[in-house]
């Protein structure tokens, strides 16, 4: 069910990449020179779709690079318990390990 709501999502959102790339094949240039408008030393004839396609994939690729870094805390977080999760369970295993089974009754005073 799971695939087929993804599919339901996906698909159309992938017909609409196709038809807007298909409507904008025109080229048009793109310079990476500031300095010259006229004739710009780095520039590139590029197809429109591609352009708007490849700005959308960047700003993409920035938004979840920046989410990450701004969870990094939680991580910190989540990986310093666990890893007092873990320090405390061996201590707990330890220390029932080295109580008899006879005097838990005892020390827990009939509670389970």
């Given amino acids: 069910m799971k695939s087929f709501f993804k599919a ?8 609409l990449i196709v038809l807007f790339s298909v409507a904008n094949r025109g080229s048009v240039r793109v310079s990476f020179d500031p300095i010259s408008r006229d004739v710009p ?3 590139y004839d590029l197809p429109l779709f591609a352009v708007v396609l490849a ?3 960047v700003g993409v690729l920035v938004g979840g690079l920046a ?4 969870q990094g805390k939680h991580r910190k977080a989540a990986r310093r318990d666990r890893r007092e999760v ?3 369970r061996s201590e707990t ?19 389970v």
């Fill in 67 to 70: 989410s990450w870094l701004a």
């Fill in 93 to 111: 295993q330890m220390l029932r390990s080295a109580v008899p089974d006879s005097a838990l009754p005892a020390l827990t005073n009939g509670r």
């Fill in 8 to 15: 339901l999502i996906l698909v159309p959102i992938a017909l």
């Fill in 55 to 57: 700005a959308i994939a």
């Fill in 86 to 88: 873990a320090t405390l």
């Fill in 41 to 43: 030393a780095l520039a």
